[in-house]
């Protein structure tokens, strides 16, 4: 009798599987080619203003930073979620759960999948934004160094990749494309708001979204959405985005585990 090994199976497996999965599905085109519709859009429109009035200059690196916060990871976090949700809608999780039956593999997997792309999306979309503000401000308002624009790429790649896992596991959590969105765009930007409004302004710098944000600008610089400076370094900001990112996935995968177990 013969036997057959079987290869490609365990974590490595799922992540293959995952990975061809989130290319083949529209979703993820559509919402990378929002991202960089709705990036670059706002970095000319930024930009022209610049060049046509000078009353607030503004350098390339924060009118991407701008767009980044604003627009475009309105398109990261739509994408992240119906990549755990979508699953959920059409009965796909059924055969997801059955290729894969260890429960934290197809968390990590989904989330090992959607780090990476998500890291180079943020960089070449800050990298392009502040090229065509660039060319379109023609040397009005603020310039951009090297270092501030290096900062603003590594930081929105680092920012977008982090937002991507978080919504992944609130989306293992709730199971549901409107209850994930509406409250990962609830804990960045109203929550923020709310806790600095009531006298807690110390505490608004450790949210996601003003973290990412304070890891795009250079150390001593204002943020650019809060007009204060970070009382800490933009890596220290990557590092509070990534303990929320694993807290999320964490929860995720414990609900995923006891309730389809």
């Known amino acids: 009798m013969t036997t057959t090994e079987v290869r490609g199976g365990g974590l490595p497996g799922a992540v293959a599987s995952e990975w061809t ?29 610049q060049r046509y009035d000078g009353d607030q ?26 990549f755990v949700t979508s699953e959920y809608a059409g009965g796909g999780i059924r055969s997801t759960l059955l290729w894969t039956p260890v429960r934290p593999s197809v968390a990590l997997a989904k989330a090992a999948v959607i780090l990476p792309v998500l890291f180079v999306s943020g960089v070449v979309l800050s990298c392009a934004a502040m090229g065509l503000a660039g060319v379109v401000k023609n040397g009005h308002g603020l310039p951009t160094t090297f270092s501030a624009g290096f900062t603003t790429a590594i930081g929105m790649g680092g920012y977008f990749a982090f937002l991507g896992v978080l919504c992944t596991g609130i989306g293992w959590a709730l199971r549901s494309a409107a209850g994930t969105l509406v409250s990962v765009i609830v804990l960045l930007v109203p929550v923020p708001l709310i806790v600095g409004s009531l006298g807690l302004a110390e505490l608004v710098p450790y949210f996601p979204g003003i973290a990412g944000v304070n890891a795009m600008v250079e150390s001593g610089q204002p943020n650019p959405v809060t007009q204060s400076v970070a009382p800490y370094a933009p890596w220290v900001g990557l590092l509070i985005c990534a303990v929320w990112a694993a807290v999320a996935l964490a929860v995720g995968a414990g609900v995923l585990r006891r309730r389809d177990a």
């Not at 503004?58 to 990871?73: D, E, K, R, V």
């Open 57 to 82: 200059p503004l350098g390339s690196h924060t009118i991407a930073i701008g767009g980044g916060f604003y627009l475009a990871q309105f398109a990261v976090i739509a994408l992240a979620t119906l």
């Open 21 to 49: 999965k989130f290319w083949s599905v529209r979703a993820t085109w559509w919402s990378l080619a929002g991202a960089a519709a709705l990036m670059l859009g706002y970095s000319t429109l930024s930009a022209m203003a």
